[in-house]
């Protein structure tokens, strides 16, 4: 019954919030459109060029990238993901004993065999080493 009654209670501590929220998406957008309506309108050719970090671009901007890209991205998401998973483990190693070194061994042994897959496959050479295809 207490939990009925510590409701209205429960949603009077999150109304802060909700303001904060409601504050920023007003000013964010209060801020869109004022200033869409007072800035200049000036459409020139150079304002309608794309821009790329201050570089002028050349050539067309959907070239396909070279797959070693997303590979390098990919496994550095992937490797740097599962170290998270060690702050945990070393945060409560004591408490748990023999037991959790055991599994966080059994799970580095598994990242270290994952990482010595990717290198032996090549994924993370950058060049390709012309001496090795002789």
């Known amino acids: 019954m207490d939990s009925a009654a510590a409701s209205p209670d429960l949603l009077l501590e999150y109304l802060p919030v909700l303001l904060m929220f409601a504050l920023a998406v007003l000013f964010v ?14 459409k020139t050719k150079v304002k309608l060029e794309s821009f790329e970090c201050g570089i002028e ?3 067309n901007a959907r070239l396909p990238l070279h797959i070693r890209y997303f590979l390098v ?10 170290v ?3 702050y945990p483990w ?8 023999i037991q ?6 059994v799970f580095v042994a598994f990242l270290l065999i ?19 295809d002789d």
């Open 100 to 105: 959790g070194f055991v599994e966080m061994m």
């Open 114 to 132: 994952g990482f010595l897959y990717a290198v032996r496959k090549g994924s993370l050479r950058w060049h390709h080493d012309r001496s090795s």
């Open 57 to 59: 671009s050349k050539g």
């Open 29 to 42: 957008g209060g801020t869109m459109i004022i200033t869409h309506r007072l800035g200049p309108l000036r």
């Open 73 to 82: 991205a990919i496994l550095f998401v992937l490797f740097d993901v599962e």
């Open 90 to 97: 070393a945060v409560n190693f004591r408490d748990m004993g």
């Open 84 to 86: 998270i998973f060690m």
